[in-house]
């Protein structure tokens, strides 16, 4: 129990220094050198680096780095932590003010806050503006945020948990069908738990009127597509339906009750991707001990909360997790090819081997080597 407790601490740990970086970068602009991020994360540049090739490589993440092999690097053929510098390729983003708990707004704010009072913080533009990543930059980040604190602390005691907006990594955001203005309006609905009303088009295309008690606003990368999480009891609980097939919206007369934030937090994270609606079942699957194999597999489900492992005697790894639908997590498991053997449960198998004997039937023409 003291292993699993340990491994479950570094977890959460990683999980929360993984949210400051890709937020520092995300507030810098120009980006940040490895020593400022562990500076603020409170962290050694070593470990920056990890969690950064591993937001990079595994989790998707749009970041550039300013290193190469041209660079003057140390006795370890990398720049200085000091000269290597990181930043977020992409430029799409808002600053993810929503998508925090209060909890870690506080904790961005005093992260932020340190870094604008740094000696190394850039100095302001010549021409009266400010550098992107500068004392200017990070102000308004800082006054972004106290001023997202201070409404969720009003009167309506509306906190910024309960109106939370998802994002599980960066590309662009908003589009046709999900305009920045479709996602504010679905966002109050959000974040006062009013019941709501929405015209729909499913995936077959057909239409129909839909009562829910929307919970939280999803963004997913992979299909860079929001999806509005709602509850509704007498429904079977949480469903996720896609912005984007949203045609309308208006307040519903059918009388509904909201899960707390903690449960909704929890639900959220048990999701392995947006998907949402299902009954929660558990996958179990047997990674190989290949080249990279383990080593990913751990450093993809870090964030897990009900992941345990089971290492084998030939050096597999047998992984169990609880989610509210597969169809994502096989995809996943999917790009590990023959190093990984669902085990669990029979549907999952099956699915995955009929997939497996499609792909056999189109090279079935090939002639052998």
């Known amino acids: 129990m003291q292993g699993s407790a340990a491994r479950e601490s570094l977890k959460d740990e990683m999980l929360r220094r993984i949210i400051r970086v890709i937020n520092l970068l995300l507030a810098s602009g120009d980006g940040m050198s490895v020593a400022e991020l562990a500076s603020a994360c409170e962290a050694t540049p070593e470990v920056i680096r990890d969690d950064l090739e591993r937001l990079a490589e595994y989790m998707r993440a749009p970041l550039v780095s300013n290193w190469d092999a041209g660079d003057d690097a140390d006795d370890s053929g990398r720049p200085s932590p000091d000269e290597e510098v990181w930043s977020l390729a992409s430029k799409d983003f808002d600053f993810p003010v929503t998508s925090l708990s209060v909890k870690e707004v506080r904790t961005l704010l005093a992260i932020l806050k340190r870094v604008g009072s740094s000696p190394t913080s850039s100095e302001p533009g010549e021409s009266g503006g400010t550098n992107q990543g500068g004392p200017g930059s990070i102000a308004r980040a800082v006054a972004k945020l106290e001023s997202s604190v201070a409404r969720a602390e009003s009167s309506d005691a509306i906190s910024l948990a309960a109106s939370r907006r998802v994002i599980k990594a960066g590309r662009t955001i908003y589009g046709e069908g999900q305009e920045e203005s479709k996602l504010d309006a679905l966002g109050l609905y959000v974040s006062r738990r009013k019941p709501i009303r929405i015209s729909y088009v499913n995936s077959a295309g057909v ?42 919206h208006s307040p519903s007369a059918v009388g509904m009750s909201a899960p707390s934030d903690e449960e909704v937090e929890a639900h959220v994270r048990m999701c392995w991707g947006v998907e949402c609606s299902s009954e929660l079942v558990e996958v179990v699957v047997r990674f190989l001990d290949d080249f990279n194999v383990i080593d990913r597999m751990y450093a993809d489900t870090a964030d897990r909360p009900k992941a345990t492992y089971e290492v084998q005697p030939d050096g597999s790894v047998i992984y169990r997790d609880m989610m509210p639908g597969w169809n994502e997590f096989r995809t996943w498991v999917a790009t590990f090819g023959e190093s990984a ?10 699915s995955m081997a009929k997939a497996v004997e499609r792909v056999l039937e189109r090279y079935g023409g090939l002639p052998h080597a």
């Open 207 to 248: 239409r129909g009127e839909r009562d829910t008690c929307p919970v939280a606003l999803v963004y997913d990368w992979r299909t860079c597509a929001w999806y509005l999480y709602g509850y509704n009891r007498e429904h079977g609980g949480y469903r996720h339906y896609r912005v984007s097939r949203i045609l309308g």
């Open 341 to 350: 053997e669902i085990l669990a449960p029979p549907e999952l198998r099956e």
